[in-house]
């Protein structure tokens, strides 16, 4: 059961580069998440995605972009990368907004 | 404003002891709770859910949490620790209606003492 997949798990980019962070879910959760979790801050949310489609900004999403074409891949877009993102990033899905997330193991993204 | 307030950022406990981790929110409306657990490197895992019904729900691990609308809190309790329990520990609160609504809080990690 590979669940809810992350690619990089490590990564280090410099200043202006851009990247893409790809996730993928094997369970056709309709809902997709994207989170960064900085030390002692908990989980700050992105972006999310109700379906293909459709996304919709969470609560930090500036400098970030998705893109949800597919119900099972949820890419997260970095286009000028700066030292604030500089985080550990989490994808997450669900069956639905009010259930229980299953996440990835992460990416940790360092910004030099 | 929506927000879930664990005060201790920090906890440590004999093994075996009994262990409770606080969670308090501010919702204005019936509430869903959420408990995860987080291992060094790993995603966060559920524990356990609470959406309506019983107030004492029992998750995986022997965790159990309690919902106590009155004091707006939703405590997690285990009985007696084990070493392997050492983790980061978040609590989340949702609303049925929206899929951006779910808050988790700062952590509290758990440290086990031999």
């Known amino acids: 059961n590979a669940g809810v997949t992350q690619t990089p798990k490590f990564r280090i980019l410099k200043i202006g580069q851009s990247m893409t962070l790809q996730c993928t879910q094997d369970?056709?959760?309709?809902?997709m998440y994207w989170y960064r979790q900085d030390p002692g801050m908990g989980l700050k949310l992105i972006y999310y995605?109700?379906?293909?489609?459709?996304?919709d900004k969470g609560e930090v999403p500036n400098g970030y972009n998705v893109s949800r074409s597919t119900t099972e891949d949820f890419p997260l877009r970095l286009e000028l990368a700066a030292p604030s993102q500089t985080s550990v990033y989490f994808c997450?899905?669900?069956?639905?907004?009010?259930?229980?997330?299953?996440f990835g193991d992460g990416t940790r993204l360092s910004i030099l | 404003a929506q927000s879930v307030t664990q005060p201790d950022i920090h906890i440590t406990v004999s093994e075996g002891a009994s262990l409770e981790l606080r969670c308090n929110y501010s919702y204005g409306a019936t509430p869903y709770l959420f408990w995860y657990v987080q291992s060094p490197g790993q995603g966060l895992q559920l524990l356990l859910k609470y959406f309506s019904g019983d107030t004492l729900v029992q998750g995986i691990k022997g965790f159990e949490a309690e919902f106590k609308r009155s004091q707006s809190s939703f405590n997690l309790r285990k009985p007696s620790v084990h070493w392997s329990d050492a983790a980061e520990y978040f609590c989340a609160v949702g609303h049925y209606s929206s899929a951006s609504k779910i808050i988790f809080g700062s952590g509290t990690r758990l440290s086990i003492r031999p």
């Open positions: 369970m056709n959760h309709n809902y």
């Open positions: 997450a899905s669900s069956q639905g907004g009010n259930q229980p997330q299953h």
């Open positions: 995605s109700v379906g293909a489609g459709i996304t």
